[in-house]
């Protein structure tokens, strides 16, 4: 039986994933990017890092984006935002694309980091 080849990626993760669906807000943190509201929902997640699927093509690796996980509602007190860094855009049947972001800092705790 003949092997299926796949993209291989560079595993550089710290933490394990966990499949998890839940809402995600993400919004560009850079002001040369047009501002987008996205509101995709996660395939996994980790301490580290999410990852989610969008129909938006304005995703691009080393984009600077706010990150707020699990997303409820604007106002909801319970939003944790981050600041976050795309690291890896996968082009994906149905014209969707798989988006990674490693989160850099919680915008919710003064100078937290996300795996604190």
Same mark, same amino acid.
């Given at each position: 039986?003949?092997e299926?080849?796949a ?7 710290v933490?394990?994933r ?8 993400? +919004?560009?943190s850079?002001? !040369?990017?047009? %501002?987008?509201?996205?509101l995709?929902? /996660?395939?996994?997640a980790? !301490? &580290?890092?999410?990852y989610?699927?969008s129909?938006?093509k *304005?995703? =691009?690796t080393?984009? +600077? ?7 409820? *509602?604007? %106002? ?5 935002? =981050?600041?976050?860094?795309?690291? +890896?855009? &996968? ?12 989160? !850099?800092m *919680? ?6 980091? /996300?795996?604190?």
């Amino acid at each position: 039986m003949p092997e299926v080849s796949a993209k291989v990626y560079p595993d550089k993760r710290v933490s394990r994933r966990a499949k998890i669906a839940r809402p995600v807000r993400v +919004r560009p943190s850079d002001p !040369k990017d047009d %501002h987008f509201e996205d509101l995709p929902v /996660s395939v996994n997640a980790s !301490k &580290e890092g999410i990852y989610f699927t969008s129909r938006r093509k *304005s995703y =691009y690796t080393g984009m +600077r984006v706010f990150v707020t996980f699990p997303f409820s *509602s604007p %106002h909801d007190p319970m939003n944790c935002e =981050y600041v976050a860094e795309v690291v +890896r855009v &996968e082009e994906l049947p149905n014209g969707k694309f798989g988006v990674a972001v490693h989160l !850099k800092m *919680s915008m919710n705790y003064s100078g937290s980091k /996300s795996g604190a």
